[in-house]
């Protein structure tokens, strides 16, 4: 199974980015998406998860109300909608599959792509 993650970059306080992540390989559709970051200097924090069904969960408050996980299961693909990006979210950012949404234990994990944001 590989995750290849895109949509980083360098935006503004205020702005908004969308992150992609397409799982390919020997995925299957049943398992869990989700993302997570990791700011330098602090541990990988869990963002969000999707199960193959819809069902969601948020992981850190920080980003309750501001950060939007969601997948298109046709294209194995699972999004990162973020809104008014704060400078504290910069980060890499990685998605990860594993067997439940809250991704426990992520089997697999994709590269990174890493999202700046200026004040």
């Known amino acids: 199974v590989q995750l290849q993650a895109s949509g980083g970059g360098l935006v503004q306080a205020g702005d908004s980015l969308r992150l992609s992540c397409a799982a390919s390989?020997?995925?299957?559709?049943?398992?869990?998406l989700g993302w997570f970051r990791q700011a330098s200097g602090k541990p990988r924090e869990f963002l969000g998860g999707?199960?193959?069904?819809?069902?969601?969960?948020y992981g850190a408050d920080s980003v309750k109300g501001r950060f939007t996980v969601s997948r298109d299961n046709a294209k194995n693909t699972v999004y990162l909608q973020m809104n008014n990006l704060r400078p504290e979210d910069t980060a890499v950012y990685s998605c990860?599959?594993?067997?439940?949404?809250?991704?426990?234990?992520?089997?697999?994990w994709g590269q990174g792509t890493r999202v700046t944001v200026s004040s």
């Open positions: 999707i199960s193959w069904r819809g069902t969601s969960t």
């Open positions: 990860a599959a594993g067997a439940d949404y809250r991704l426990i234990s992520p089997r697999y």
């Open positions: 390989g020997r995925f299957h559709s049943s398992y869990a």
